[in-house]
């Protein structure tokens, strides 16, 4: 046997054992799930199989292909599902790291293969352990708008998420009984109260997890499940309140969306700028353009004609997948609704927007025909009861209730009513 | 990583269910995991292959031994000098500890924003300050040093004057 960490005596840390393990991993089973079905969702939310367009992974198959058509209530649902997605990812990354550190011993298990099962066991852990960190670590930086990696982040946060559950799901089924007898050998509430003084190893278990040599203990279970605890708070309370947005946004010291604006019509977030998206000063001139198939009647429309037209106003927030939002706001525009019966078109039309943005993503989306006959569902031509301004996407933007920030395009130039079931591939 | 696995108590019955069942499970998940890591190194395989291994390398054999190394540095000093371990007889070690880990956790998770890694794509997309950050994580990690001392200075003071406190 090689020394160091290959030799059981390397680990001397008491703490470290099956009931102290299956706490964490009691914690990660449904916070994990959570994960993955948020993730399903705000993948689901950009309604993918709508139209290609709005597909980032179109090559999916069965990983998607099969996902429902995103529905336009109620109004929060985008806003709370990417608001978990992202704020709970941050609050598990504590807990990760210390169910990772409760087993890292098992890495350095040697011989390193004793037999087949043993050996794929192995592989599927790799893809256990690399996804969840992967998955983690992508997700993170993309909120922080740190792009240092050399592939998409959809295509990598989509498709690696299915490889890290299908290591996950068999991980649970393989492990749950274990974890199940390893909670009964101790109980959590004495565990809570017993200090430094009276703590102790746990019993030798078969996967050797508990150290054979433990050195005497420097910290209570209770403490260090404290410290772990403590380090998932304050990644919350440093975090949602960008989620939550309105006066609790300024207790998000360190999410990126935490800086308050202010007090004015225009002072709340943008995901791209006027500026970014190659956005010039917007004058009189410009027309919105209402086209759809041949048989549908097609103008152009200026902002004066626009505001001729019923007014209908909305309160929405607009939340993007990074898990941030605008928090509510008031929306004066035209109903899309009205906007389809203007041109023709049939009730069932699906809806492509087109932005006069110049390169970046998202420069046009399509809606469903159920987004678009939504009561609130808004070409929006002001907000707050001022007119937009260059970066809320000036002179017209969409808001659709439910829908991802990105969706919601600004600076249109032209609405397409297009027929109802989308072209064959 | 270790056997041997568990297996359903509906199966559990002979030796060849105990050793093909989760076989079979593994070998099941694979076809999933092989299905999407298609799709997933289609863009650029050895990118995300390095981004994906290197993701658990950097954490076990680069992140882990730093924290460890660190931590038992500590711990080794104090064991030999035991005159420096305790205030008044109180220890204060995880005193150090627990706000170290909670601020050094904030310093990882927020690092792109603090050390302004990403600040032109913040700025362009965000049009706010990428300033902030750096003095925020100070006065956080300020705060959070001071908590966990004032609770030490509370312990140290029961310690010190025992007969208030079961006075009061």
């Given at each position: 046997m090689p020394p160091g960490p290959f030799r059981a005596g390397f680990w001397r840390s008491p703490l470290r054992g099956p009931w102290f393990t299956a706490v964490l991993g009691a914690a990660l089973l449904p916070g994990i799930t959570l994960m993955f079905l948020t993730g399903l969702a705000s993948y689901a939310a950009y309604n993918?199989?709508?139209?290609?367009?709005?597909?980032?992974?179109?090559?999916?198959?069965?990983?998607?292909?099969?996902?429902?058509?995103?529905?336009?209530s109620p109004s929060w649902l985008y806003w709370v599902n990417q608001g978990v997605h992202v704020t709970l990812g941050l609050v598990l990354i504590?807990?990760?790291l210390a169910k990772l550190w409760s087993v890292l011993p098992k890495l350095f298990d040697w011989p390193p293969v004793r037999s087949v099962t043993h050996l794929v066991e192995r592989v599927s852990l790799l893809l256990l352990v690399g996804g969840a960190v992967f998955e983690l670590v992508t997700g993170v930086m993309n909120i922080q708008y740190f792009y240092a990696w050399p592939f998409s982040f959809?295509?990598?946060?989509?498709?690696?998420?299915?490889?890290?559950m299908s290591a996950f799901v068999v991980h649970v089924a393989l492990r749950m009984r274990r974890m199940g007898t390893a909670l009964r050998a101790r109980s959590l509430r004495t565990e809570l109260r017993t200090p430094l003084s009276a703590t102790t190893p746990e019993e030798p278990d078969p996967d050797q997890l508990v150290s054979p040599d433990p050195a005497p203990p420097t910290i209570s279970r209770r403490g260090a499940l404290g410290m772990v605890t403590a380090s998932s708070l304050a990644l919350f309370g440093l975090s949602v309140g960008q989620t939550i947005g309105g006066p609790a946004r300024s207790t998000a010291l360190l999410a990126p969306r935490g800086q308050d604006l202010g007090e004015g019509p225009a002072d709340f977030q943008v995901n791209k700028t006027a500026a970014a998206a190659g956005i010039g000063p917007v004058d009189d001139s410009w027309r919105l353009e209402l086209t759809g198939s041949a048989n549908l009647v097609a103008m152009s429309l200026s902002r004066a004609q626009l505001l001729?037209?019923?007014q209908h106003t909305a309160r929405l927030s607009i939340a993007c997948v990074e898990g941030w939002s605008t928090g509510l706001q008031t929306w004066i525009g035209v109903r899309l609704a009205d906007l389809a019966a203007l041109a023709g078109a049939p009730p069932d039309a699906r809806l492509f927007v087109e932005s006069l943005q110049r390169g970046g993503g998202f420069g046009s989306a399509t809606l469903s025909a159920r987004q678009v006959a939504a009561r609130d569902a808004l070409l929006a031509l002001r907000v707050?009861?001022?007119?937009?301004?260059?970066?809320?996407?000036?002179?017209?933007?969409?808001?659709v209730p439910a829908l991802p920030g990105v969706h919601?395009?600004?600076?249109?130039?032209?609405?397409t009513f297009l027929p109802a079931s989308p072209p064959p591939p | 990583m270790g056997d041997p696995v568990d297996v359903p108590a509906s199966f559990a019955a002979t030796a060849v269910t105990r050793r093909w069942v989760p076989l079979l499970m593994l070998l099941a998940s694979f076809v999933v995991a092989g299905y999407a890591g298609f799709r997933l190194l289609s863009g650029n395989p050895v990118g995300v292959g390095a981004w994906f291994v290197g993701s658990a390398v950097v954490h076990d054999l680069v992140l882990f031994p730093l924290y460890a190394a660190a931590d038992a540095a500590l711990?080794?000093?104090?064991?030999r000098r035991p005159a420096l371990a305790t205030v008044a007889g109180v220890p204060w070690l995880n005193h150090l500890r627990v706000p170290a880990v909670v601020c050094g956790l904030l310093l990882v998770v927020w690092s792109p924003l603090i050390l302004r890694l990403s600040a032109p794509t913040y700025l362009d997309a965000s049009g706010l300050s990428p300033q902030p950050f750096l003095a925020r994580w100070l006065a956080v990690t300020a705060v959070v040093f001071a908590m966990s001392a004032v609770v030490l200075a509370v312990r140290v003071a029961k310690a010190r004057y025992p007969m208030q406190r079961s006075a009061s």
């Open positions: 993918p199989n709508l139209a290609p367009g709005n597909d980032t992974t179109p090559d999916k198959g069965l990983l998607g292909s099969w996902l429902p058509t995103w529905p336009a504590p807990i990760v959809y295509q990598a946060h989509y498709y690696g998420a299915w490889v890290f001729a037209l019923p707050n009861g001022a007119d937009l301004t260059a970066d809320h996407g000036f002179p017209a933007r969409v808001v919601n395009t600004k600076w249109v130039t032209r609405l | 711990v080794t000093l104090l064991r």
